[in-house]
């Protein structure tokens, strides 16, 4: 297993998670948009956890029913 600092998808992840969330306070606060914003900051944040979930994943059987459960 990579350590999570060699890991390319995790650290992209967490940007593009971070980019979502700021995204989601700007549409909040300036357009007054509740109910996108909110299935974007979920959807957006999701790739983060299945990434994790994924890395510890026992075996292939896991892996892809951790994908095919969202």
């Given at each position: 297993?990579?350590?999570?600092?060699?890991?390319?998808?995790?650290?992209?992840?967490?940007?593009?998670?971070?980019?979502?969330?700021?995204?989601?306070?700007?549409?909040?606060?300036?357009?007054?948009?509740?109910?996108?914003?909110k299935?974007?900051?979920?959807?957006?944040?999701?790739?983060?956890?299945?990434?994790?979930?994924?890395?510890?994943?026992?075996?292939?059987?896991?892996?892809?029913?951790?994908?095919?459960?969202?």
């Amino acid at each position: 297993m990579k350590n999570r600092k060699e890991n390319i998808a995790f650290n992209k992840s967490v940007s593009f998670s971070i980019r979502i969330i700021r995204l989601y306070k700007y549409l909040c606060e300036q357009k007054k948009e509740y109910v996108l914003s909110k299935q974007l900051l979920r959807s957006g944040t999701a790739i983060g956890a299945l990434i994790s979930e994924s890395e510890f994943a026992q075996s292939k059987a896991d892996l892809s029913t951790s994908y095919t459960s969202q």
